[in-house]
């Protein structure tokens, strides 16, 4: 014979306290999918009506070109090589870009620049910013060369230079005036951008001779990995101080070079990082709305 349930007090409470627990649980659960539904109903607007900040990392094969929007206001970081430039602008008009506000070129590699004539001449940018290599004057020179007879104004950049691109802040970290390097790949712009406390790091083709004289940085939102994940970057204690939540490449299908390298992944993966390839995903995309991030890709 079981006891009838006034008799058992302890076991009523437990059984509230259970419910209780059941119906918090389920009231979070459905407040998550919400969220979760309104993030990809913004992610869905075109560029216009688009809150918060993007990145872009566009699929050029091996290569990279990033657009970034924020606020109405477009920059791009590399436009990956020729022979994909005509995609890159298809993929720009897509998004509603009509012209940039900054193109910066990490470095003078056709796999990062190759593709700045087209843009310029179909899109227009207000400011073209490159390192300084050589001399100024040589840098300068090389980028009139791209940009021509148009009205793009051409500018060397360097560290802690900064510009504003809607609420983000865009801030050089490398390389120095004056810096003397002769290694195109080392001459890569390092820019940080943050928005809304989150922060992403770009690298172009930095590498180890490099990566330990840069400040301190800290823990980034997003990395974009150096040099498509050649083994010759993303260092143990580069990684271990920027720590990134996500981790994105862009590198060829099967490409020539093996990029990425299997010890970069499993340097990546010992930080914690969630890996993305433009390889295997296509073009990725970052979005940072009310605080919230978000990484999708096409495929
Ligand atoms: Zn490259």
Known sequence: ????????????????????????????????????????????????????????????????????????????????PAD???????????????????LFVTHPHSDHSGG?????????????????????EAALTTAGDWVGKTDTQIAVTRADDRYTLGDAVITV????????????????????????????????D?????????????????????????YTSSTKGFLEDVRPTYALISCGKNNEYGHPHNVVIARLEDVGARIYRTDEEGTLLVRIVEGQIAVTSEH
Not at 89 to 95: C, D, F, G, M
Not at 125 to 131: G, H
Request: net charge negative; charged share 20%.
């Open 1 to 80: 014979m079981t006891a009838p349930r006034s008799q058992n007090p302890s076991g009523r409470l437990w059984r509230r306290l259970l419910g209780g627990l059941l119906a918090a649980c389920l009231l979070l659960l459905l407040a998550a999918a919400l969220k979760q539904g309104a993030l990809a109903d913004l992610l869905r607007r075109p560029l216009k009506h688009q809150a918060g900040f993007a990145m872009h990392m566009i699929d050029v094969g091996q290569g990279q070109a990033l657009l970034l929007t924020c606020g109405g206001q477009t920059a791009m970081v590399d436009t990956g």
């Open 84 to 102: 994909t430039s005509r995609q890159v602008v298809n993929y720009l008009l897509k998004e509603g870009v009509r012209e940039l506000d900054y």
């Open 116 to 136: 700045v004539n087209r843009v310029v001449e179909t899109l227009g940018a207000r400011v073209l910013l490159i390192p300084e290599y050589l001399s100024e």
């Open 173 to 204: 970290l490398h390389p120095e005036a004056g810096n003397g390097i002769d290694d195109m790949n080392d001459l890569s712009l390092v820019l940080l951008v943050e928005y809304a406390g989150r922060r992403l790091l770009i690298t172009g």
């Open 206 to 230: 930095l590498t180890e001779n490099v990566e330990p004289t840069l400040p301190e940085i800290g823990p980034v939102d997003v990395l974009q990995v150096a040099h498509h994940g050649s």
